[in-house]
Nanobody
Framework: QVQLVESGGGLVQTGGSLRLSCAASGRTFINYAMGWFRQAPGKEREFVAAISGSGGSTTYADSVKGRFTISRDNAKNTVLLQMNSLKPEDTAVYYC??????????????WGQGTQVTVSS
């Protein structure tokens, strides 16, 4: 079982930056691909970014490409989401997710509780 705890959310103005962090329990973090998802009020949860277990492969939603960067530190069991040039439409609860395989894919097995990101116009 993997437990995920997000931090780093908050209120920021348009054009600002935030860095989200996700701390994972367990000793085999490198065996898990990790992802970030978000859910805005009244909308379905959507994919934001993902990174393979080794960190060698990443993928992004078109809406955040060029503005967000996902990274991981396997020594610290941590995955980060650096968010730059934030827009009001980025406002959502952001969730960290873990996949029980090191390769990128669609199915995620573990989820954090979420952290709120609010971008004011």
């Amino acid at each position: 079982q993997v437990q995920l705890v997000e931090s780093g959310g908050g209120l920021v103005q348009t054009g600002g930056s935030l860095r989200l962090s996700c701390a994972a329990s367990g000793r085999t973090f490198i065996n898990y691909a990790m992802g970030w998802f978000r859910q805005a009020p009244g909308k379905e949860r959507e994919f934001v970014a993902a990174i393979s277990g080794s960190g060698g492969s990443t993928t992004y939603a078109d809406s955040v490409k060029g503005r967000f960067t996902i990274s991981r530190d396997n020594a610290k069991n941590t995955v980060l989401l650096q968010m730059n040039s934030l827009k009001p439409e980025d406002t959502a609860v952001y969730y960290c997710a873990g996949r029980r395989r090191p390769a990128l894919g669609d199915e995620y097995n573990y989820w954090g509780q979420g952290t709120q990101v609010t971008v004011s116009s």
